[in-house]
């Protein structure tokens, strides 16, 4: 699986838009970008994935660009309750386990 | 069962003894995954089951690590001689058969002392 790239950590102010990066430099076409996050004490929490167009859905949504080696996703109005750890993961569709790299740990901020 | 349960959620043993961790899937998830995260660190993967076929055992640290699994109901992760070095939260997940998005339990918090 592709390795994932993503800085250590970022914060929010609280009822912003959180935009959580990450490169995937060396995906290749048969794989999708799946962003999983770990609320602490909690095990991971699927939130969205796409292979190429852009995605939304009831929790965040997803870009990824036109070459499809990085994509951000996003939070639209952040809540405290969003701090945790942000996983994105590549993994090709014939798969099935996930590399978890160590993540973006988002703190929303009061 | 609503979610995946695991059981139990804290456990303490000394160096030496073996620890035995429980997983109880979704009902009807065939694939199951034990994932092994050491504090500050990402997932590890472990082990793998999809219903009868062989165990993808490739994560497996040592011959230490064993896991069992029924059909597709309940798992069990097994340490033997357990080392300061397993201290780690243990993490189960399942999915249904050929479906990419895991649910995962709230782990194993394991501590050899």
């Known amino acids: 699986d592709a390795k994932t790239t993503q800085p250590p950590s970022m914060d929010c102010a609280e009822g912003r838009a959180a935009n959580l990066p990450c490169n995937h430099s060396?995906?290749?076409?048969?794989?999708?970008v799946y962003w999983y996050r770990q609320i602490h004490s909690q095990g991971p929490q699927y939130i969205i994935h796409g292979l190429k167009n852009n995605e939304t859905n009831e929790m965040a949504s997803l870009i990824i660009t036109e070459d499809r080696k990085s994509s951000t996703l996003i939070l639209p109005h952040a809540t405290l309750r969003d701090t945790a750890v942000y996983y994105c993961i590549v993994r090709g569709s014939g798969t099935y386990k996930y590399i978890f790299g160590t993540g973006t740990r988002l703190k929303v901020l009061a | 069962g609503a979610g995946v349960s695991q059981s139990p959620s804290n456990k303490v043993t000394e160096k030496g003894k073996d620890v035995e961790l429980r997983c109880d899937p979704i009902s009807g998830h065939t694939a199951l995954y034990w994932y092994r995260q050491r504090l500050g660190q990402g997932l590890e993967f472990l082990i793998y089951f999809q219903g009868n076929s062989a165990p993808d055992k490739s994560g497996l640290p040592s011959d230490r690590f064993s896991a069992e699994r029924t059909g597709e109901s309940v798992s069990t992760l097994t340490i033997q001689r357990t080392q300061q070095e397993d201290s780690a939260v243990y993490l189960c997940a399942s999915s249904p058969y050929l479906s990419t998005d895991y649910t995962f339990g709230s782990g194993t918090r394991l501590t050899v002392v």
């Open positions: 060396t995906i290749s076409g048969n794989e999708y």
